[in-house]
C-alpha cells in the first residue's frame, strides 16, 4: 500500500531562461517519494521494449571514444618530455664542463695589474729614465650644453680656462667641447700630476664662486665636465741627454730603441692579476679575490756620468751646428776600466714626444755609424811597427812630395818639398806617405806587411763587435788581407780602405792609454732587482795587444801632436795637463750613393799622457761651414769636454815635464 501523497508539496514553477531538459527518447520518471526507513525500495522499472524511441525515427547519439586522443596528448607530452631530457643531458654532462667555465668567465673578471717598468740612472743613481704617473685630461663635452648647464657659452669659457694649463689652442679645445651629444674626447695626453691638481683647484674655486652667487645670478662651473685618466708614464727628464743611449719605449710602454729594447725583459718585469666576482657590472665585496701581484722590473745603473754627459752632448750639438755637418759623436772612457763615461750624438731627439722625433735622429749613430777614420787610424800602424821592432820614435824617414806605389801616386794633405822626419816626426805631422814607409818594413814583401797589419787591427778590435752588444751597432769593415787591392795596400796604414765606429775608434786610445791592454768597453754598471738586490754587471773581456813600453812610448808621441808648434792637434792643449792626441781628416763614404763625398773630421786622445785617465774621441760628419781639418774641427771639442771630464772626476795634473821627442832631423848629421 502506497502512502499517501504530501499535500504541503507543490512542484516549484519553471525558473525563468531554465533550459527545458533534453528529450532522449524516454520518459522521464516520475519522482517518487522516499521510503521509510525500514521499507524496501522498489526495483526501477526498465522501459518496455520500444518505449522511449523518438517519434521522428532518428537515431541516438552517441560520445566518441577519449582514448585515441589521449594516446595522442600522451605521445605529445612524451616527445617534449624527451626533447627536455636529452637537453638537460647535454648540459648537465656533456657540455657542463664548458657552460662551467663560461658562467666562470662571465662571473669572474680579471684585472691586469701593471708592472712598475725600472728606472735607468747614470753611475751616480740620478734618474735618465724612470716611471711616473699621468694622466690623460678627457671631457664629458655632453654635460656643457645649453640644456644642462644653463648658459650658451660654457665649451668657450671652459677653453679659455684650460688652454694655458693644457698648452693647446683655445680654438681647438672650444672645438671639441663643443660637442653637445659627445660623451667623451681627449684634450691633452699623459699630463703630470700637478697639471691635473691645477685643473681641479680650479674646478674647486668655480664650485666655491658658484655656490656663493646670487639665485638670481647663477654662476655655472664650466669645468664641471672635465676628468683625467691615470697610468703611467716613462719619463726622461734629461729630454735628449743620452736619448741614443736611452732610445724609448711605444705607447703600450714597450722598449723599441737603445738600452729600452736591448734590456726591455728586464726593465719590465712581470705584470699581476686581480681576479674578483661581479655581478651586473658590480663587484661583488663578499666573494673571493684572487690577487697575482706584479713583480716589478729591474733598475739598470749605467756606466754614463750625466754631467760629462751633458757636457759632450752640448759641446758637439754646437759644432755639428757650426759647421753644417751631417752629424757628429763624443766618447768619453775610463782608460783603467773601460767603462763609458759619455756617449753623445748630435743631432739628439726627444724620447719623451717620439712623434716629433726625426726619422734620421733616432739610433745611435756613435755605434751604428761606419766611418773611415782617417789619420787616427795611425796609431795603430806605428803600435805596429813599434812591436816588431823594425823602427824607433828616432828613426829618420825622408818623405818625398809624392810616393809611387802599384798604380797611384799617394801625397800628404798638403804639398811640401821633401820632409826630413822621425818617426816620430811622421805621426806628428800625420804623414801619410811617411806612415805607408814605415808600415812597409813590417815584413820581408808587400803581402807579409799586410798580414802582419792585419793581426794588429784585429787585436785592436776593428772589423769586430765591441762587446756592448747595443741594438744596431756595427762591427766596422775589414777585409782580409789577400782581398786587399792595390790601393788598400797602401791606404789601410793611414786610415783609407777600412771602416769602423766611433766607440771602437775610442777604444784604440783607450787601449794604449791602458798601458796595451784592450778592455771591451761597458755601457752598464749594475743592476738593481725587486728585491733590492744590487747584482754588477759581468766583468769585460781583457787581451792584450801590445807591451806596456811600447804604449809608453806611443802615448809620448802622442805628445808631440798636441805640444809640439809643428804637431796637428795644438787645439787640444790644456793648460797645466800632458795631453796627447791625434787628429783625423778622411775622404767621406756618401752612405746615399755609396762614393766618397765630404770628409770625416776627428779627434782622439787621453789625458794625463803620463798617467792616463780618460780618453776622449770626436767625430764630425761631413762638415761643410769653415774648415774640414780634424784640428781644427775637433781639436776644440777635445779640449772643452777633456778639460770638463779632468775637473769633474777631480784628476789632478802630474806636474811632470814632458820629454821633447825630435820631429825632424838634418840630413847629414
Given at each position: ?37 525500514g521499507?524496501?525500495?522498489?526495483a526501477a ?45 647535454q ?18 673578471v ?27 685630461i ?50 691633452a695626453?699623459?699630463q ?115 754631467d760629462?754627459q ?6 758637439i ?11 757628429g759623436?763624443?766618447?768619453v772612457?775610463?782608460t ?5 763615461l ?12 717620439i712623434?716629433?722625433a ?26 805596429a ?10 828613426t ?160 809620448t ?17 790644456i ?11 778622411s ?5 746615399r ?21 780618460i ?55
Amino acid at each position: 500500500m502506497t502512502e499517501p501523497r504530501d499535500p504541503r508539496r507543490v512542484p516549484r514553477p519553471a525558473q525563468r531562461g531554465a533550459r527545458a531538459p533534453q528529450r532522449t527518447g524516454r520518459p522521464a520518471a516520475a519522482k517518487r517519494p522516499a521510503p521509510k526507513r525500514g521499507t524496501a525500495r522498489p526495483a526501477a522499472r526498465r522501459p518496455a521494449q520500444g518505449q522511449g524511441r523518438p517519434r521522428s525515427g532518428t537515431p541516438p547519439l552517441r560520445l566518441a571514444s577519449p582514448r585515441p586522443r589521449l594516446r595522442l596528448v600522451a605521445l605529445g607530452l612524451t616527445v617534449v618530455m624527451l626533447a627536455f631530457v636529452v637537453r638537460l643531458f647535454q648540459v648537465q654532462a656533456v657540455d657542463a664542463g664548458a657552460y662551467a667555465a663560461k658562467a666562470n668567465e662571465n662571473r669572474y673578471v680579471p684585472v691586469k695589474l701593471a708592472a712598475e717598468r725600472g728606472a735607468i740612472t747614470d753611475r751616480h743613481g740620478v734618474n735618465l729614465a724612470t716611471t711616473v704617473d699621468a694622466y690623460d685630461i678627457t671631457a664629458d663635452p655632453s654635460l656643457l650644453a645649453p640644456d644642462k648647464i644653463k648658459t650658451g657659452d660654457a665649451p668657450r669659457r671652459a677653453a679659455e680656462l684650460l688652454a694655458p694649463i693644457l698648452h693647446v689652442d683655445r680654438v681647438t679645445l672650444a672645438k671639441k667641447l663643443d660637442r653637445p651629444t659627445s660623451r667623451y674626447v681627449l684634450l691633452a695626453r699623459q699630463q703630470s700630476p700637478q697639471v691635473w691638481k691645477r685643473i681641479k683647484d680650479l674646478r674647486k674655486t668655480l664650485d666655491a664662486k658658484a655656490a656663493a652667487a646670487p639665485r638670481n645670478a647663477p654662476r655655472p662651473n664650466v669645468l664641471v665636465g672635465i676628468f683625467a685618466d691615470k697610468h703611467s708614464k716613462r719619463l726622461y727628464p734629461g729630454k735628449t741627454l743620452a736619448s741614443g743611449v736611452l732610445g724609448f719605449v711605444n705607447g703600450e710602454g714597450k722598449g723599441l730603441g737603445g738600452l729600452e729594447g736591448k734590456l726591455d725583459a728586464r726593465l719590465a718585469g712581470e705584470d699581476g692579476k686581480l681576479v674578483y666576482a661581479q655581478s651586473g657590472g658590480r663587484r661583488v665585496p663578499t666573494a673571493d679575490t684572487q690577487v697575482h701581484p706584479a713583480v716589478p722590473g729591474t733598475d739598470v745603473e749605467l756606466t754614463l756620468d750625466r754631467d760629462i754627459q751633458w757636457a759632450a752632448q752640448k759641446a758637439i750639438s754646437r759644432q755639428v751646428a757650426a759647421s753644417g755637418a751631417d752629424r757628429g759623436y763624443v766618447v768619453v772612457q775610463d782608460t783603467r776600466s773601460g767603462e763609458i763615461l759619455a756617449l753623445a750624438n748630435s743631432p739628439a731627439f726627444d724620447p719623451n714626444d717620439i712623434s716629433r722625433a726625426d726619422p734620421e735622429s733616432l739610433g745611435n749613430p756613435a755605434l751604428s755609424d761606419a766611418f773611415e777614420p782617417g789619420s787616427t787610424s795611425k796609431l795603430m800602424s806605428m803600435a805596429a811597427v813599434l812591436e816588431e821592432g823594425v823602427a824607433t820614435p828616432l828613426t829618420r824617414v825622408t818623405v818625398p812630395n809624392r810616393l809611387h806605389r802599384g798604380d797611384r801616386l799617394f801625397a800628404d794633405d798638403v804639398d811640401h818639398p821633401t820632409w826630413h822626419l822621425t818617426l816620430n816626426g811622421v805621426l806628428a805631422k800625420s804623414s801619410n806617405i811617411g806612415t805607408i814607409l814605415a808600415t812597409g818594413q813590417l815584413g820581408r814583401s808587400q803581402a807579409e806587411s799586410n798580414q802582419i797589419l792585419y793581426s794588429y787591427l784585429r787585436k785592436f778590435g776593428i772589423g769586430k763587435p765591441t762587446g756592448l752588444g747595443f741594438p744596431g751597432e756595427t762591427a766596422g769593415i775589414l777585409a782580409q788581407p789577400g782581398r786587399w787591392n792595390t790601393s788598400q795596400q797602401y791606404t789601410i796604414p793611414f786610415g783609407q780602405g777600412l771602416s769602423l765606429n766611433a766607440v771602437q775608434a775610442a777604444s784604440v786610445y783607450s787601449t794604449i792609454a791602458n798601458g796595451g791592454e784592450r778592455i771591451a768597453p761597458t755601457l752598464v754598471r749594475g743592476s738593481t732587482g725587486p728585491d733590492g738586490h744590487y747584482t754588477p754587471a759581468p766583468r769585460p773581456d781583457r787581451n792584450r795587444v801590445v807591451s806596456q813600453e811600447t804604449a809608453r812610448t806611443l802615448a809620448t808621441m802622442l805628445e808631440s801632436v798636441v805640444d809640439d808648434e809643428e804637431g796637428t792637434g795644438t787645439k787640444a792643449k790644456i793648460d797645466g795637463y800632458r795631453v796627447g792626441g791625434k787628429t783625423g781628416t778622411s775622404n767621406r763614404v756618401d752612405p746615399r750613393t755609396g762614393r766618397y763625398h765630404g770628409y770625416t773630421a776627428s779627434f782622439a786622445g787621453f789625458a794625463p799622457a803620463d798617467k792616463p785617465r780618460i780618453t776622449v774621441y770626436c767625430a764630425v760628419q761631413n762638415p761643410t761651414r769653415g774648415s774640414y781639418f780634424g784640428g781644427q774641427v775637433c781639436g776644440p771639442i777635445y779640449q772643452q769636454v777633456m778639460a770638463f771630464a779632468l775637473k769633474t772626476l777631480q784628476v789632478p795634473p802630474t806636474g811632470a815635464k814632458p820629454p821633447r821627442l825630435p820631429v825632424t832631423f838634418t840630413p847629414g848629421q
